[in-house]
């Protein structure tokens, strides 16, 4: 998979710590991942993976190359961030790589930032919890990816434990539930469960 966007209608339901957490799926098979903070309203993914983010989207926007502002995260190991900015993704979503995958942290609701991840990726994944409201505002991500040609291939349902069979029929889409942990980027629970979410995406995850 090249360009895998992570969608969600609602804020706060963990699209960022999956989208790191995914990378980290990437690296144990092999690859070196980048994961690009595509959320101008709150680009904050460099705090989560103890990147610094004083450079990033809006350099590359510029014309600075992807090597020169990518900064390698503390956590997860080998995973590269860029950081975000306020820049819109159509800036600078064709100066990504193909040659290494790419996670694009998007922002939440059905925005044209998100319109124009979503568009440029291969693939989305849809991240909610078990709460109705989250749940229903994930459906509309994808509903809104499969309108932009974009297929979900997995659906992420974080903080639960529980059946989740009834969300993955409406999801219509391999679904499966990430446990709560005090620090998912270093649980053992919570890496089994991306990486069946990667299993989802396909064998080149």
């Not at 059946?163 to 679904?175: K, L």
Request: contains cysteine; charged residues 20%.
């Amino acid at each position: 998979m090249g360009m895998l966007a992570i969608a969600g209608g609602k804020g706060g339901v963990g699209k960022t710590t999956t989208a790191l957490c995914l990378a980290d799926a990437y690296v144990r098979r092999r690859r070196r991942p980048l994961v690009v903070d595509a959320d101008r309203g709150m680009p904050n993914c460099h705090l989560y993976a103890g990147t610094s983010g004083d450079r990033g989207v809006s350099d590359v926007a510029g014309g600075v190359s992807i090597d020169a502002v990518a900064e390698p995260a503390v956590a997860p190991p080998g995973v590269d961030v860029l950081a975000g900015g306020d820049v819109a993704p159509d800036a600078y979503l064709d100066a990504l790589p193909t040659d290494r995958p790419v996670i694009l942290d998007t922002a939440a609701g059905a925005g044209a930032d998100v319109g124009a991840a979503l568009a440029a990726a291969d693939a989305a994944v849809v991240v909610m919890t078990a709460d109705r409201d989250a749940v229903r505002d994930g459906l509309k991500s994808a509903a809104l990816a499969r309108a932009l040609g974009t297929p979900v291939v997995a659906c992420a349902v974080v903080a639960t434990a529980g059946d989740v069979t009834g969300i993955e029929r409406v999801v219509e889409a391999p679904t499966v539930p990430v446990p709560a942990a005090r620090d998912p980027l270093t649980d053992a629970a919570v890496a089994l469960a991306h990486d069946r979410v990667a299993g989802g995406i396909g064998p080149n995850a």
